[in-house]
């Protein structure tokens, strides 16, 4: 019976009950589900490999902010593929690199964490980079039945692709699909193999959900897609946001920085970095929103465990939509 009753990936502490699907009346002993598969897909990867990109084409929808700036993704994602016969829980994870702060450190231990007691994980290995020790590192501590995705085909040259696929087959997993998330090739490839790959049980999650985030979380990570966009160097890992207030459709947004000096980077001369980030996020947000930004100094707080605490950064704990 294990199987029917799973942990969610990642750090949820939810209990899916296989049993008790969303919208589903039992009727007599035959279940309706009965043919329906279901299951979990955790992506894995170095940072900036595509693993939020991938898992948005693959959905359909944008459920994971992206960037080009290395640790983007600071949560375990769930994004929730639905077909007629089989539903699959893909979860985006941050990119696994070696720590220079405690933030760093988390940032591996959700990823490790959302690889543990899924049915399929995906390295997920850039196309356009060389395969180094950070591929290795990921790629040692997997199962062998692990799926290779060499993402960003579009990208590279194709001896480069060729060259790329077959570093990655001397790895040792048994399937490998090169992919772009950004012309769709090798999508469907992929994505009718992980579909295979699921095991019988019934939907996990209601017909019309894509994403589990809170919508708070999603605001402020719309607003922090935005910074990512516009800051550089040290100062995209040193930002963090929160919705501090939500009064429909006034919202309160507070960003925060490590250092003072980080600040006026962030407001731009007379606040025109600000309202450049504050009319980005708010296009994708419906209409009549109203975000007000602030900006503030959290010293050090990517190095301060109760900081990371209260950010909500970790495995076993929920991505907080608040402060
Ligand atoms: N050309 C091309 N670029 C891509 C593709 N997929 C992702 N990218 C780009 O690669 C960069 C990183 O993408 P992300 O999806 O944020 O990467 P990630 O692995 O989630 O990164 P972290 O969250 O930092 O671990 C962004 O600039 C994307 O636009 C692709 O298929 N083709
Ligand atoms: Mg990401």
Redesign the pocket.
């Known amino acids: 019976m294990a199987d029917w009753r799973r942990q969610l990936a990642g750090s949820l502490d939810v209990v899916v009950d296989k049993g008790a699907a969303p919208d589903t009346e039992i009727a007599g002993d035959k279940s309706p589900w009965e043919g329906f598969r279901s299951g979990f897909v955790t992506l894995l ?10 898992v ?2 693959i959905v359909g929808t944008k459920v ?10 600071r949560h375990a994602i769930r994004g929730v593929l639905h077909r007629d016969e089989v539903q699959v829980v893909f979860v ?4 696994i690199h070696k720590p220079r702060t405690a933030l760093g450190e988390r940032l591996n231990a959700t990823a490790a964490d959302a690889a543990v007691d899924v049915d399929v994980v995906c390295l ?1 290995i ?1 196309a ?1 980079q060389t395969l180094g020790q950070g591929d290795r590192f990921i790629a040692e501590r997997l199962s062998g039945d692990s799926i290779v995705v060499v ?5 590279a040259p194709r001896s480069k692709v060729v060259a790329q696929l077959a570093a990655a087959g001397e790895l040792g997993f048994a399937e490998y699909f090169p ?5 769709g090739k090798g999508m469907d490839a992929l994505v009718e193999r992980l579909c295979e790959l699921m095991p019988p049980g019934p939907p996990l999650y209601p017909a019309d959900m894509v994403s589990d985030m809170p919508e708070a979380r999603w605001v402020a990570e719309l607003v922090r897609e935005q910074l990512l966009a516009v800051t550089r160097e040290e100062l995209p890992h040193s930002i963090t946001v929160a919705v501090t207030e939500w009064e429909w459709p006034r919202i309160r947004v507070e960003i925060l920085v490590e250092r003072q000096s980080q600040k006026p980077m962030v407001i731009g001369k007379k606040g025109s970095v600000l309202k450049e980030v504050g009319i980005a996020a708010r296009a994708q947000l419906p209409e009549g929103v109203f975000l007000e930004l602030r900006v503030g100094v959290e010293k050090n707080w990517q190095r301060r465990p109760e900081m990371l605490d209260r950010f909500g950064y970790g495995p076993g704990s929920m991505a907080r939509p608040d402060l």
């Open positions: 990867g170095r940072p900036n490999s595509g693993k939020s990109t991938l948005n084409a994971a902010i992206v960037s080009d700036k290395a640790q983007t993704t985006d994870t941050p990119g997920c850039d356009t993402t960003k085909i579009d990208a992919t772009s998330a950004r012309t």
